[in-house]
């Protein structure tokens, strides 16, 4: 089956305490991206990667750190985890990100809480 | 900077009822307007994808339409159903490649 793998889907930890949360795709997806949600303000995109080895950020990067060195994984690394990072986390992988035709297709979502 | 604005932020309709959500953006430099479902605590399910060059898309109950000129994209559902019961997302694909932009979404809630 196609599709988008999270993990963890559900992390309390506590302040300062590194962690990574992984996201994984057997679509051999070309563009992969994370993104927040928060109440009220929504959806926000954090870093995508537009093919291994090549990553950018996107509105709400600081905190946060990304790496692409195989297509499928696109890990989220907190290396300091703050309280202000306690959100719902979602992956998401579409062909390419220079098409107008790929549909973007999105994981179950990963719930962290800081304390 | 590319903003997405849904309105109205919730709608409460009877069962069979026909109902349009509204999405506008105010850069027309986008890639595609993608429309997704989100029940409570879930993840994010396609609906439909536009291109920048298409005018509208179907599936079942469900018809979007772009106007990319004036930055706008409506999602009309036929004949609501409970079971439509969820928020619904809209969201640019922008032209400086990897950029999404989200909207804040339309809760709707489908009275039986």
């Known amino acids: 089956e196609a599709q988008v793998t999270q993990n963890p889907r559900y992390l309390i930890t506590v302040t300062g305490k590194k962690l990574t949360v992984t996201c994984s795709q057997n679509m051999n997806h070309e563009y992969m991206s994370w993104y927040r949600q928060d109440p009220g303000l929504g959806l926000r995109q954090i870093y995508y990667s537009m093919n291994v080895e090549v990553t950018d950020k996107g509105d709400v990067p600081e905190g946060y750190k990304v790496s692409r060195k195989e297509k499928r994984n696109f890990p989220l690394i907190l290396e300091s985890p703050s309280p202000n990072q306690t959100s719902l986390y979602f992956c998401?992988?579409?062909?390419?990100?220079?098409?107008?035709?790929?549909?973007?297709?999105f994981g179950a979502g990963s719930r962290l809480t800081v304390l | 900077k590319q903003e997405v604005t849904q309105i109205p932020a919730a709608l409460s309709v009877p069962e069979g009822e026909n109902l349009v959500l509204n999405c506008s953006f105010t850069d027309s430099a986008i890639y595609n307007l993608q429309w997704f479902r989100q029940d409570p605590g879930k993840g994010l399910t396609s609906l439909l994808l536009?291109?920048?060059?298409?005018r509208e898309q179907t599936s079942g109950r469900l018809n979007a339409s772009l106007d990319k000129s004036s930055g706008r994209s409506t999602l009309y559902i036929a004949a609501s159903q409970p079971g439509d019961s969820a928020t619904y997302l809209c969201a640019v694909r922008n032209t400086n490649a990897g950029k999404s932009t989200f909207g804040d979404g339309t809760t709707l809630t489908v009275k039986p």
């Open positions: 536009i291109q920048s060059s298409q």
């Open positions: 998401a992988s579409s062909l390419s990100g220079f098409s107008g035709a790929n549909v973007l297709t």
